[in-house]
T-cell receptor, first 114, second 110 residues
């Protein structure tokens, strides 16, 4: 158990819909990262927040947005969903801001868009 | 354009033998490399890392080698154990982002 929790574990929805994925980092960790893993792909970095502020951005679509709240939990919002958005979405956390620091991953949310 | 490549999707090794997982990269600006291991239904877990100023880092049964001129790194597991069966991802760090390879599925059989 990494100490990072993600809800829900599974999500099935239809094209055009909007969903929110939630992540609670390990106690004491200030950084939260979001990754997308599509079929047979590596983890694609989406976005990082550090202590409530956006710190780094990867290949995140404009239809996707995220935020980190004062209690340090984070939410990833996916809107106007398309079939290609079906993937595993991982959240990770680390104590420090730098991405090279050890990141602790949650178990992921599997999103299926029908 | 895939900057970090793991060209072997799978590897099968007998228990007790050496497992060698390979990773190639294209960007010479990568300054840090990491290996993560992933079991089914779990998130990846950090395994070992190496700075670009070094060519080897060892931690118990795990050793990572970095060949900067070839833009190649490898993870050696000696001796391999059945519990090592998992998907292994290499990742490279640049401008505060991690770029992951597609992973190699290692199976260690008795």
């Amino acid at each position: 158990d990494s100490g990072v929790t993600q809800t829900p574990k599974h999500l099935i929805t239809a094209t055009g819909q909007r969903v929110t994925l939630r992540c609670s980092p390990r106690s004491g960790d200030l950084s939260v990262y979001w990754y997308q893993q599509s079929l047979d792909q590596g983890l694609q970095f989406l976005i990082q927040y550090y202590n409530g502020e956006e710190r780094a951005k990867g290949n995140i679509l404009e239809r996707f947005s995220a935020q980190q709240f004062p209690d340090l939990h984070s939410e990833l919002n996916l809107s106007s969903l398309e079939l290609g958005d079906s993937a595993l979405y991982f959240c990770a956390s680390s104590e420090l801001a730098g991405a090279a620091n050890e990141q602790f991953f949650g178990p992921g949310t599997r999103l299926t868009v029908l | 354009d895939q900057q970090v490549k793991q060209n072997s999707p799978s590897l099968s090794v007998q228990e007790g033998r050496i497992s060698i997982l390979n990773c190639d990269y294209t960007n010479s600006m990568f300054d840090y490399f990491l290996w993560y291991k992933k079991y089914p239904a779990e998130g990846p877990t950090f395994l070992i890392s190496i700075s670009s100023i070094k060519d080897k880092n060892e931690d118990g049964r795990f050793t990572v080698f970095l060949n900067k001129s070839a833009k190649h790194l490898s993870l050696h597991i000696v001796p391999s154990q059945p519990g090592d069966s998992a998907v292994y991802f290499c990742a490279a760090h640049n401008t505060d982002k991690l770029i992951f390879g597609t992973g190699t599925r290692l199976q260690v059989f008795p």
